[in-house]
């Protein structure tokens, strides 16, 4: 099922929003200039504008634990409770010496790649260490998700859909939040869930849990020649990976095929029943003709593989550009003109 891509865009610029929450923003206004993603005060205004939250609706927190490097906003429109995760503060910042240390702890937080039970956080399997923690970081405390759920269960209760969103790192941590909301023992299932360029947030039973609870409700944009989306890797993927880089050329056009593909995820369960990270989410890739295509196969992994080696060999910026979620980039600019 492809998902409303109005409300698509409109989390996108929420997402966006989100890159500018530090410890001291009260409104949208407060919100600070992040290159590359925020570049102006009228870009902001513009994302704000798109979002349309209701006048004093609007909340955001940054974790005054673990250097701050963790943070979500919250508003209200019409129809709807968005909550929004940052993603991980852009390398590009390292210029800004108030912000360097944070995001060297940031960046050194999406390496935690290891996976840690999921119950810690209130959901099944086991989960991105890194990101479990960020999620911790998040709940807890003055201003916290903790705090906020009586806001939002309130908003639910009016008749506003529950929307989770995030960009990056951010979508792996709505991920975990809206599973954590719907089995946690906090009786608040979103209504849909919408990630952008997410990486994995956990394993098979974690992935598995998260599509059985949220079935037709969770969306995983990826676009094109996104690395990040492939993070952590999978078993299957160095194997594709792998075969991509020695194989001859009529292995790859035969590709990896249905078996190969099924076979390493059963022996990736198998391994200690924990098994290596999977992805969640009905996909919706935006691929090189610029078409949405609904759902995943291996027939699309092995393209993708095929091609993002092709993409790393070539042009590394490239690929980095291919991530990016503001205007003039893959992801918006998609949604601006099919929206």
């Known amino acids: 099922m492809i998902a409303d891509l109005l409300t698509?865009?409109?989390?996108?610029?929420?997402?966006?929003?989100?890159?500018?929450?530090?410890?001291d923003v009260r409104s949208p206004d407060d919100l600070a200039i992040t290159p590359p993603v925020l570049l102006s005060r009228e870009v902001i205004a513009r994302l704000a504008a798109a979002v349309d939250f209701e006048p004093g609706s609007f909340c955001a927190h940054q974790s005054s634990s673990r250097a701050g490097i963790d943070a979500f906003l919250y508003g209200e429109t019409d129809e709807s409770a968005i909550l929004a995760f940052r993603g991980t503060l852009p390398a590009r910042l390292v210029a800004d010496r108030d912000r360097l240390d944070r995001i060297f702890a940031d960046w050194l937080n999406n390496a935690r790649a290891h996976l840690v039970a999921g119950d810690r956080i209130g959901v099944p399997g086991y989960v991105h260490e890194g990101y479990a923690q960020s999620l911790d970081a998040l709940w807890w405390g003055a201003g916290g998700l903790g705090e906020?759920?009586?806001?939002?269960?309130?908003?639910?209760?009016?008749?506003?859909?529950?929307?989770?969103?995030?960009?990056?790192?951010?979508?792996?941590?709505?991920?975990?939040?809206?599973?954590?909301?719907?089995?946690?023992?906090?009786?608040?299932?979103?209504?849909?869930?919408?990630?952008?360029?997410?990486?994995?947030?956990?394993?098979?039973t974690f992935a598995n849990a998260f599509e059985a609870v949220l079935a037709g409700s969770a969306w995983r944009f990826e676009f094109q020649d996104d690395l990040v989306p492939h993070l952590p890797p999978t078993e299957a993927l160095w194997f594709a990976v792998r075969s991509a880089l020695q194989g001859n050329e009529s292995s790859r056009a035969e590709g990896f095929g249905e078996g190969a593909w099924a076979a390493l995820k059963a022996r990736s369960q198998a391994v200690g029943q924990i098994g290596s990270y999977e992805s969640a989410g009905q996909l919706q890739f935006i691929d090189w003709e610029d078409h949405l295509?609904?759902?995943?196969?291996?027939?699309?992994?092995?393209?993708?593989?095929?091609?993002?080696?092709?993409?790393?060999?070539?042009?590394?910026?490239?690929?980095?550009?291919?991530?990016?979620p503001m205007q003039g980039y893959g992801y918006m600019d998609f949604l601006e003109r099919k929206a």
Do not use: M
């Open 148 to 204: 906020l759920l009586p806001r939002i269960r309130l908003a639910v209760a009016q008749g506003r859909r529950l929307l989770l969103t995030g960009h990056s790192k951010g979508g792996a941590l709505a991920q975990l939040a809206a599973l954590r909301l719907a089995e946690g023992g906090h009786g608040r299932r979103p209504a849909a869930v919408h990630t952008f360029a997410a990486p994995r947030a956990g394993n098979h």
């Open 8 to 23: 698509a865009r409109r989390l996108l610029c929420a997402s966006n929003l989100a890159y500018g929450v530090t410890a």
């Open 293 to 324: 295509r609904d759902g995943d196969t291996p027939a699309l992994r092995d393209e993708r593989v095929l091609r993002l080696v092709r993409a790393l060999a070539l042009s590394l910026p490239e690929v980095s550009r291919a991530h990016l």
